[in-house]
């Protein structure tokens, strides 16, 4: 392995580490740089190779939890372009993807409503881009407008990510009765949408 791949290798154990270290006691900001230097199996002051200070580490985790949603809900799509119903394949993926990576869910959760101002804007970030995809997929999938398919798509997304928050904690039975009043809620949202197209 070279030093590139090792520096990569390095880098990943980090994030995975303090991945790791969020619960549903623990936030970011209750996690230190010793705490996550110790968990990855590096020195402390190796951890300044790959990140400025534990700020712009949050920053990384941040964007890789936005990330790894965004890849999950594009996998989603494809399982719909398949045949899958739309509303009824993302809300199961999704379901999936908070049981499956609750830590970095709890992360987007905490941190859009948390102290620090750089990562409630980077949550922000993730969402919009989040929003922005749907918002996309809809306006070239339906009769809806551009505006019209954002505004729905940003109702849709809001709505998703608190239906998340009270189902990942639940118990599978819960979290299945969650699902499918998210999915009626989803379709009543929907359903308006293409109401207001045709009164229009």
Not at 76 to 104: K, Q
């Amino acid at each position: 392995m070279n030093r590139q791949q090792q520096k990569l290798k390095t880098r990943r154990a980090i994030i995975d580490a303090a991945f790791n270290l969020l619960d549903e006691q623990r936030s970011l900001s209750s996690v230190s740089l010793r705490e996550v230097a110790r968990a990855a199996g590096i020195a402390p002051t190796s951890f300044y190779r790959h990140f400025k200070d534990i700020d712009e580490l949050g920053l990384t985790l941040v964007d890789e939890a936005g990330l790894a949603l965004r890849q999950l809900m594009r996998q989603a799509r494809s399982r719909i372009d398949a045949g899958g119903g739309v509303i009824t394949t993302s809300v199961n993926t999704f379901m999936e993807f908070v049981v499956a990576n609750s830590n970095e869910f709890r992360l987007l959760l905490r941190e859009h409503s948390g102290t620090s101002p750089a990562f409630r804007a980077a949550v922000i970030r993730e969402i919009q881009h989040f929003i922005e995809e749907l918002s996309d997929y809809t306006a070239n999938h339906t009769e809806l407008s551009g505006n019209l398919a954002s505004l729905q798509a940003e109702a849709m997304v809001r709505l998703v990510f608190s239906a998340g928050a009270e189902a990942i904690d639940a118990s599978p039975a819960q979290r299945e009765i969650q699902a499918q009043r998210l999915i009626q809620q989803l379709r009543i949202i929907s359903k308006g949408a293409s109401f207001y197209v045709s009164k229009a």
